[in-house]
Each structure stands twice: as structure tokens, then as C-alpha cells.
């Protein structure tokens, strides 16, 4: 073979390489999350890149800090990457319309949403799905075994009898032991759910997405809060605060067991178990209903979504990413429980017959209680908007420090808050 001829085929191969390469579609997907997280999805990844040669993923993930600011930057510049892992909260912020995020709508086969029944409704926004739901999540009842036999006391099965069980914590342990210790967000889920067993109406109106109390029921909520620190069901703003800034699962008293309990989210509850010193365990708690009520008023949510970037110019191929993480075996298996327990039929029957769900994991008995508790009031993400949880905190500690009286911080709290709801949803 001459130097011409050879020369030819050489340019040849070269020219066809090249256009291979070009030819090769490039995604961008983002998300955030611990070490475990993080090697899951990028084996999941690259189970998806031999699945699909022609298409490579570039991953862009960090871990929770800073997260939510550099997204809003990228949405904001229209730089957001072509699949991106979502709070559920953040629908408000980035897509009041529905127009913020790819509808997914359009790649409905490809996606396969036949394996999401009941859930896409919580992540569509004016007919635009603007997510998946990756897990569920929800708020119950765990508590610390030792301590409360130490108590001599059972878990409670009603709302009346768990604001009776601080005051038997405080006459047989001591002053400094509590059945539940629980924050801002959870103090204000835990009393949305009695207060929709009660009177069947939510806290934010679904339709105007302002708050849904006038002052005689903001009032009331104020005062079941009151009533609670009252009777020595929690700490106090104020009290909790002398144990310093910090996860609660890291709390000496948490540690020891002198908070004897927890509202929590279920898919959060292994690190709070795992920290008990031993030989202290947990156990999920019964969920207190009122007499007659048909609905349990449970905080139930996507603990997150996968959402298309509406800039994208691959959203096939981005719905091809979605959908092998979601709901292919083979993407399941390898992203496991990383994100919580799947959601999609088919992803949880993957984990399911795989073994990688433990049917005896609180997680899972949390997540299973929750199926079976009467949903019919579905919450908004502006439920659990952080900026109207921040003024709930404040409120709060208004109170604690007798800085204002029950109608001062209904009035207070209706007030600013509602300013803060119609400036998101303007």
C-alpha cells in the first residue's frame, strides 16, 4: 500500500471518529447529597452510559450547603443542568406557572408515569409536571424504648394522651427528660395534622396559597404550642437553645436519651437511631387520631423530585436518564436506597426482590404506616416554605420569652406571613 493510499485511509478513520464524537449527545445532572449518595449515582451513571453509549453524563453534584444557591443561579442564567435532583418546596421559588422546569409531561412514555399512581400531582404546577417523585416522605411517631418503659408509661394512642405523657416523664425521670423533642417545622407539621383531624382544614388554602386560619384559629394553634411546652411534652424554644446549635441527633440529652422521642421524618430516622447509646433503641410510635376523624392530616411529601431543565435541547435523552434511574433494574439496583425507598412501582419491586429492602428498618415502618394513614388533605409546597417557618420559629420564641401573648402572635403571624406567601406567589 503506498503513502497516498495509506494517508487517505488514515484521514478517513480520523474524519469518522470525529464525527462519532459529535454525534455523541452530552447531559449535565446535578444533585446534592452525602459520600454514599454521590458513589451510588455515579455507578448509576455509568450503568446508564453502557446502556446508552451515544450519550454521556456529566455529573455536578456537592453536598446540602450552597446547593440551593448555585442552582438558583444557574436557573436564573438559564445555565441549569439538563437533569436536576429538586426539593419539593422549591416548585414556588423556580416555577409559580409551571414553566420553570421542562414539562415532563411530554415524554409521558418514556418516563413510563403509569408507575407513579397518585403522586404526580403533588409535583404538577398549572398541568405541567415539573418533576418526578424520586421517594416519599413523612412525618411519625419514634420512640425511645428504654425510656419510656423507664417511665412506666405506654406510647400514645390519642392526642389527649400524649399531652399527658410530659408530666409523668418529668415526675419519674426528673425535670430534664421529655417524651419528644421536635423543632420549628416539626412543631408546626405535628399541630397541622391535629388540626386537620379537627376541623378537616389546612393551614395554607390550596387555591389562593395564603394562610388558611383567620385569627380565632391561628390564635388556637398558638395556644395548642403553649399548652404543650406547658405540659412537658418538648422543650422550649428557650430551652433548647441552652443545648447549643447543632443536628439534634448529635444533642448530649438525644445521645442519652433524655428526649425520649421524635416527629420525624421516616426517611431521616436511621442516623437519629444509630446515635442512641447503647443499649437504647427505637420503635415506631402508634399515630394519635381524634374520635370521628377521616383524615390523619399526615405531612406526606416528595422527599425529592428529578426535574428536566426547560433549557434543555436534549429532553429525550434526558427523559432516557430520569427513567433508567427510576424505574430500570438495572439503574435502580445500583442507585439502591440512596434517595429513600423508590416510589415507582416498578423501582420498589426492583429493591424489593433484590433484598435491599428491610421490611424491619424504621424507615420502612414508617414509610408503611404512612400508606395505610387517611390522606385526603394533600399538602402545597408552600406547607413547608422556609421563610413562613422561619416567622413560625420567631413567633415561637416570642412566647417563650414573653415577648407577646397567643392573639399577639396570631395577629403577628398572619400578618407577615401571608406578606411572605403572596410575594412568592406574585
Given amino acids: 500500500m503506498n503513502k497516498k493510499v495509506l494517508t487517505t485511509l488514515i484521514s478517513a478513520v480520523i474524519a469518522t471518529a470525529s464525527v462519532a464524537v459529535q454525534a455523541q449527545t452530552e447531559l449535565r445532572m446535578s444533585w446534592w447529597g452525602g459520600n454514599n449518595r454521590h458513589q451510588a449515582t455515579l455507578q448509576a451513571l455509568e450503568k446508564f452510559q453502557e446502556r446508552y453509549p451515544d450519550i454521556k453524563v456529566k455529573g455536578e453534584y456537592t453536598g446540602w450547603d450552597g446547593h440551593l444557591s448555585r442552582l438558583t443561579t444557574q436557573i436564573a442564567g438559564n445555565t441549569e443542568p ?11 421559588i423556580f416555577s409559580r406557572d409551571g414553566k420553570g422546569f421542562y414539562d415532563m409531561n411530554a415524554q409521558a412514555e418514556t418516563l413510563q408515569l403509569f408507575n407513579f399512581p397518585g403522586a404526580l400531582g403533588l409535583t404538577t404546577v398549572d398541568g405541567k409536571l415539573n418533576g418526578l417523585p424520586v421517594s416519599m416522605t413523612s412525618r411519625v411517631f419514634f420512640y425511645n424504648r428504654d425510656m419510656w418503659m423507664k417511665a412506666g408509661v405506654g406510647y400514645p394512642q390519642s392526642w389527649d394522651e400524649l399531652m399527658k405523657v410530659g408530666l409523668v416523664f418529668k415526675e419519674k425521670l426528673g ?32 387555591d389562593t396559597n395564603l394562610i388558611n386560619f383567620n385569627q380565632e384559629e391561628m390564635a388556637q394553634f398558638f395556644q395548642l404550642y403553649v399548652d404543650q411546652v406547658k405540659n412537658h411534652l418538648f422543650p422550649s424554644t428557650k430551652e433548647f437553645a441552652s443545648y447549643g446549635k447543632g443536628n439534634m441527633y448529635e444533642m448530649r ?10 416527629y420525624m421524618w421516616d426517611t431521616a430516622i436511621g442516623k437519629y437511631a444509630a446515635n442512641l447509646a447503647p443499649p437504647m433503641t427505637l420503635e415506631l410510635g402508634p399515630y394519635p387520631m381524634l374520635e370521628g376523624a377521616t383524615d390523619s392530616g399526615l405531612l406526606a411529601r416528595p422527599s425529592m423530585m428529578f426535574s428536566i431543565g426547560r433549557n434543555t435541547k436534549h ?25 429513600g425507598i423508590p416510589i415507582s412501582l416498578t423501582g420498589f419491586k426492583t429493591l424489593q426482590d433484590d433484598g435491599q429492602i428491610d421490611d424491619k428498618s424504621l424507615s420502612y415502618q414508617g414509610y408503611r404506616l404512612a400508606q395505610q394513614l387517611p390522606k385526603h388533605v394533600i399538602p402545597t409546597p408552600y406547607t413547608d416554605n422556609a421563610q413562613l417557618l422561619e416567622l413560625f420559629e420567631e413567633s415561637m420564641q416570642q412566647l417563650d420569652y414573653g415577648q407577646t401573648d397567643v392573639e399577639g402572635a396570631a395577629k403577628n403571624f398572619l400578618r407577615r406571613g401571608n406578606r411572605v406567601l403572596k410575594r412568592i406567589a406574585d
Fill in 82 to 92: 439538563d437533569v436536576m435532583q429538586t426539593n419539593w418546596n422549591w416548585m414556588p
Fill in 175 to 206: 425535670d430534664d427528660y421529655y417524651p419528644l423533642v421536635i423543632e420549628a417545622r416539626d412543631v408546626f407539621a405535628m399541630n397541622r395534622s391535629y388540626f386537620i383531624q379537627k376541623y378537616g382544614k389546612d393551614i395554607i388554602n390550596h
Fill in 315 to 339: 429532553p429525550k435523552e434526558a427523559a432516557l436518564l430520569v427513567d433508567f434511574l427510576l424505574n430500570d433494574p438495572a439503574g435502580v439496583k445500583a442507585m439502591g436506597l440512596a434517595r
Fill in 253 to 262: 440529652p438525644w445521645i442519652d436519651g433524655r428526649f425520649g422521642g421524635l
